[in-house]
């Protein structure tokens, strides 16, 4: 059945607080129209199992549902009064994100009116039974999509740990390694800073978004022609092994390079490797450590959108170990990435049939 959202919720914007107010260790997570609580705060304003859509800012029309009381901010709503089960209706409204999204306007702020809200439609079966039905088989997905990524989350834990355990915290160095510059040990280069024009058919163009998971994934890659893709692999081809490393925005989360298919790259680190002493396993997991992040945190650059110069990533110190250290190392993480590599095929599985469920329930 369609329904305008307005006629099965009510829904108000919270109250501001001074985020310089916040209380790391409050009991209830303060939630400001981001995707994520900003902090904490000690008192509620709005009950748990209470459905949020981010009012105003680049997250505007973001779908949450917090489980627990919190504190609503001034740039988020919080629906009330339902007229229907409030997970079936979460599920509802996230299937429908990219639709509730277009309701923004603003160039510099953008933001979603109440009254824009209130007329979205979605579809909703009315039958209560039904709605139940459907919130028990998608929480059970969901449950089994958050497992698979906290045994992802582990095992990239246990990596580091073992990095430790062999070579030391870097950032206090115990075992007194001598460092070199990562120029010194490999070809360091980045893809281009340019826009291409974008094609329908072409070489994919990679940017950050296609690898933040640590995984290269073409599915929703920009295309570019021949002339274009030619040119810039002048500079910065990459090949099979190289490491790539996002340079803006999210800093840091290095990627092997482990497929053959050609592609290019657009504000991304590129690292060759062409000294036979140095393992790329072990260069991308000093990159992926608490020592990278104290160095880039020095380094980073930019306000709202950070971003690391090319030079300051030739010039983060890496400590010279042993290549059979190195080798020792690199065969326990590629048993790692062997594991994660099933549980993320499970995980893509559940993906799918999660979004296909909610296809069949929800149009």
Not at 240 to 269: E, S
Not at 321 to 332: T, W
Not at 351 to 360: A, D, I
């Amino acid at each position: 059945m369609k329904v305008k959202l307005g006629d099965v919720a009510s829904f108000s914007k919270g109250a501001q607080i001074n985020g310089d107010e916040l209380m790391p260790d409050g009991e209830y997570s303060f939630l400001n129209g981001g995707i994520y609580p900003s902090g904490k705060w000690s008192a509620y304003n709005v009950c748990g199992r209470t459905i949020t859509i981010s009012e105003g800012g680049n997250s505007s029309g973001y779908v949450n549902y917090m489980k627990q009381p919190f504190w609503c901010g001034a740039h988020c709503y919080y629906l009330f009064d339902l007229k229907c089960d409030s997970k079936y209706l979460f599920y509802a409204l996230k299937s429908q994100q990219e639709r509730i999204m277009q309701l923004r306007s603003g160039a510099c702020m953008p933001n979603i009116r109440k009254s824009d809200l209130a007329r979205f439609e979605l579809d909703i079966d009315p039958d209560i039974s039904n709605q139940k039905t459907v919130v028990q088989i998608l929480d059970r997905i969901t449950r089994l999509i958050a497992l698979r990524e906290k045994q992802l989350a582990k095992l990239d834990e246990v990596v580091k740990a073992r990095f430790v355990e062999m070579f030391g915290d870097l950032n206090i160095n115990p075992m007194g390694w001598e460092f070199q510059k990562l120029s010194s040990l490999c070809d360091v280069r980045d893809g281009t800073h340019d826009s291409p024009e974008y094609q329908n058919e072409g070489y994919p163009l990679l940017t950050s978004k296609n690898f933040s998971s640590g995984i290269i994934d073409f599915s929703d890659c920009n295309l570019i022609c021949e002339e274009d893709f030619e040119m810039i692999n002048r500079r910065s081809k990459v090949d099979y092994g190289d490491i790539i490393m996002p340079m803006i925005g999210t800093i840091g989360h290095p990627v092997i390079v482990d497929i053959d298919r050609p592609f290019a790259i657009k504000n991304v680190a590129l690292i060759k490797f062409n000294n036979k002493e140095i393992s790329n396993n072990f260069v991308k997991t000093v990159l992926d450590s608490d020592y990278f992040l104290n160095v880039t945190t020095a380094n980073s650059r930019g306000g709202t959108q950070k971003f690391i110069a090319l030079g300051d990533i030739r010039n983060i110190p890496i400590p010279i170990v042993p290549k059979e250290l190195q080798i020792e190392f690199a065969d326990f993480a590629k048993e790692v990435e062997r594991q994660k590599l099933t549980i993320q095929q499970s995980l893509d599985k559940m993906e799918v049939l999660k979004r296909s469920l909610m296809q069949e329930y929800f149009g």
